[in-house]
Every structure is written in structure tokens, then in C-alpha cells.
């Protein structure tokens, strides 16, 4: 239900439309989607996303307040994501430690990017596209084992 969601991921890519992904307080899983796979966030047609790309966990604070930790496996720990993910366009790849986001950060998992609007900022799913959409686009972070993953798929 809308009056549940922590926060929102909105799509935020040059020449894509904007689509809002609700985030639950807990694990929600960034990735491919694939009949036997279901994250809750996945970018369409992205061939540099892993199925298990990262994870964003939500949780409340000693204040009752939300906070949003990202780190680049679907499991926190194990193995790291093919391509990585990266934050605010920088080109230093996220590690194997968890990283606190804010209202506003951008994540880029393949070249798809996402901007949080946490729910202490929208109100709804509506309004975060709203709000993300009026923010300028973070640089696209290229990866250089991208080609050579494409080049297996195809």
C-alpha cells in the first residue's frame, strides 16, 4: 500500500521515462528480472545489471526515522555485482561496504540510474517522480567490463 512505502527509487536516466519503485522498510533487492527472478527494483532492457546487482535496506533509527543503506550484492555480503554500483556519478565503485544514502542520491547499477526520494521528503509515488524529475542528471559512470559483456551476450 502507498501509505507504507519508506521511500521511492524513480528512474532517472537520459532518455527514459520516469517510473517510481516503492521501497518497504527492509531488504529490497536491485536486479534483472527474469521469470525466475523478481527484485524489487529492476531496470528494463539494461544488459550490464546483474540479477542480484545490490541491495537497499531500510530501517528506522533510535528516532523512529528511516535510513537507507545500499550495498552492491543482493546478499550484503558475498559476491560483488559484474558491473558495479555507484553513487552520485562518482567513478569509484561501491564496496564491499554498506553505504548510507540520502534523499536525493543517485545509484547507477549498469547504466540505468535511480534518485532516492525518501519518504520524510514525498508524499507519494507521484511526487517523487515530481521531485526527481526537476533534479539535473548525474554524470553516467562508464565501465570498462561492460564491452566485454555485451560483446558475450550478443
Known amino acids: 500500500m502507498e501509505n507504507q512505502a519508506a521511500g521511492w527509487l524513480i528512474l532517472h536516466t537520459e532518455g527514459k521515462e520516469p517510473q517510481s519503485f516503492t521501497l518497504k522498510e527492509g531488504r529490497n533487492r536491485i536486479g534483472r528480472k527474469t521469470s525466475q527472478n523478481l ?3 529492476y531496470p528494463e532492457g ?29 546478499e550484503i555480503q558475498g559476491n560483488p555485482s559484474l558491473n558495479g554500483t555507484y553513487i552520485n556519478g562518482n567513478s569509484e565503485r561501491l564496496g564491499d561496504k554498506p553505504m ?5 542520491d543517485t545509484i ?24 526527481a524529475t526537476k533534479l539535473d542528471y548525474t554524470n553516467t559512470v562508464e565501465f570498462e567490463s561492460s ?4 560483446r558475450k551476450r550478443c
Open 100 to 104: 548510507k544514502l540520502k534523499d536525493g
Open 46 to 74: 539494461d544488459l550490464f545489471v546483474s540479477r542480484n546487482h545490490a541491495v537497499l535496506v531500510v530501517k528506522k533509527n533510535e528516532r523512529s526515522e528511516y535510513e537507507y543503506i545500499i550495498a552492491d550484492n543482493a
Open 39 to 41: 527484485p524489487d527494483v
Open 108 to 131: 547507477q547499477v549498469g547504466i540505468t540510474k535511480f534518485v532516492l526520494k525518501t519518504a520524510a521528503v514525498a508524499i507519494n509515488a507521484e511526487d517523487a517522480i515530481k521531485l
Open 147 to 150: 564491452i566485454a559483456v555485451l
